[in-house]
């Protein structure tokens, strides 16, 4: 599975932006997909994830509300929608894939990753 993640961007505080993350390689089913995002020297942690059957999602607190994924099952692409963001949003985003069926929120439970993509939140 090859993940290619776009939209990153410099913005200012309050403003939005729109991530998307296409997949290759393999149709996608039974999995769930999810964005995580990194600052130096700070762990990878999860942002949101989705599964790709019926109506699964997750959002970390800090972002419950202010972003939105979804997810296009023919197109194979899935986007995070972020609105209202905070100068504390600025991350490297990374997609990932996980191949089971069921949200997971540690980097490690996820099998392939896109490359990163910069998101800047000016104050």
């Known amino acids: 599975v090859q993940l290619q993640a776009s939209g990153g961007g410099l913005v200012q505080a309050g403003g939005s932006l729109r991530l998307s993350c296409a997949a290759s390689?393999?149709?996608?089913?039974?999995?769930?997909m999810g964005w995580f995002r990194q600052t130096p020297g700070k762990e990878r942690e999860i942002v949101a994830a989705?599964?790709?059957?019926?109506?699964?999602?997750y959002y970390a607190d800090s972002v419950k509300g202010r972003f939105t994924i979804t997810r296009d099952n023919a197109k194979d692409t899935m986007t995070l929608q972020m609105n209202s963001l905070k100068v504390e949003d600025t991350a490297v985003y990374y997609c990932?894939?996980?191949?089971?069926?069921?949200?997971?929120?540690?980097?490690?439970?996820?099998?392939?990753w896109g490359q990163g993509t910069q998101v800047t939140v000016s104050s």
């Open positions: 990932a894939f996980r191949g089971v069926p069921s949200i997971a929120f540690r980097p490690l439970d996820y099998n392939y």
């Open positions: 390689g393999r149709r996608l089913s039974s999995v769930v």
């Open positions: 989705i599964t790709w059957v019926g109506d699964g999602t």
